[in-house]
């Protein structure tokens, strides 16, 4: 699951600038695989980068669906882990090459 820490500010006394926090919110924004890495990318969308699970392309919603989620899962990428050994070879020795990855641990 997501969530977002929103800050509830307000303007701050008279004798500073700027804002003061006045409260802390958790909001619910939708199911997503377990994080190793959470990148916006641009245009609402946020790339998931996920070592236990399939990492996913996700988009953002300002409102939330009939399910109350906010995350739209745009695209899913198969989690091939763990790699434990890999070469990178030239097949066909005309600069084309290949990853072979090694036998999963």
């Not at 700027?18 to 909001?27: A, I, R, T």
């Not at 959470?38 to 070592?51: F, P, Q, R």
């Not at 763990?82 to 036998?103: H, K, N, S, T, Y």
């Amino acid at each position: 699951m997501m969530y977002i820490l929103v800050l509830i500010t307000q303007p701050a006394p008279a004798l500073s600038s700027g804002l003061q926090v006045k409260d802390l919110k958790f909001e619910f924004l939708g199911t997503t695989s377990i994080p190793e890495a959470i990148v916006y990318l641009d245009n609402n969308h946020v790339y998931v980068g996920s070592h236990l699970g399939d990492s996913q392309l996700v988009l953002l919603h300002t409102e939330p669906d009939e399910e109350g989620e906010y995350i739209e899962v745009a695209e899913t990428f198969v989690n091939i882990a763990p790699i434990a050994d890999f070469d990178i070879v030239d097949l066909e020795g005309q600069g084309q090459v290949r990853i072979l990855d090694g036998p999963k641990a």
